[in-house]
């Protein structure tokens, strides 16, 4: 069962929440840049990561899947959020550039149907950014945050559920090193820098980016074998009597007939 949308708003409302919303989203602007003009889809409970790409994206859409609940996004403006089947989402194929999916995989009843999901509705050449639990990190222990629940994955497994997927991964990268308590919010930023140099296996956080690769069938061409019918195999049967049937047939000068 997913954690509910009110325990993940709560959660990043405190200052353990906003350190760990910082660290995240810094790794999302730097591997996307500038979202104009692009459809960013959020999977998940990606709003927190969101507000950059909701001013300068063409469209924005956060998707939440129905077990977890949804909330109006973002305040104050015209909703952006959507409830959803995670595994059937209600949105047409190749649709969006720029899919980022947090808190998405690690409650999922089936992680690689949610994948196959968010593979056909990115564009083609669309770029995907997965944010999981890390299995060595400290983070997928902490229940009091919403990364110490679910499955954790480790680089590997991430790298691999994403192929299985059909998408590509293209790049990964580790966030999180603070600590999941209270009093390490206040120094999250130097932990990160610390961290990422000395323990970088313990981050909380995998990040992988991953690219929806299609490539152009040239058709081939194939002997088929084509049946040639006989004239006169599905000649009509003569009618009348009998002895009409039987009479001869008189043969032309220098023809031969069947």
Known sequence: MRRDVLDLRA????????????????????????????????????????????????????????????????????????????????????????VLAVHALEEADDPAAVLAEIGRVMAPTGRLIVAVASRDGVWAGAESTPFGHGRPFSRSQLERLIRDAELEPAG??????????????????GFEQVGARLWPRFAGLILMEAVKQTFAVKPRGHRARVRVFAPGVLAPSPAGPASARKAPVREAPGRVED
């Open 11 to 98: 959660f990043y409302a405190t200052p353990l929440g906003r350190a760990a919303r910082l660290m995240l989203e810094r790794k999302v602007e730097e591997a996307w840049g500038d979202t104009r003009g692009l459809d960013v889809l959020g999977l998940g409970y990606a709003t927190p990561f969101l507000d950059a790409a909701r001013h300068s994206a063409r469209r924005v859409v956060a998707a939440m899947p129905a077990t977890q609940g949804v909330e109006v996004w973002p305040q104050g403006g015209r909703n952006q959020a959507c409830l959803v089947e995670e595994t059937a989402l209600p949105l047409p194929n190749a649709m969006f550039d720029r």
């Open 172 to 189: 990964w990268t580790r966030a999180l090193y603070a600590p999941p308590i209270a009093m390490a919010a206040g120094w999250a930023e």
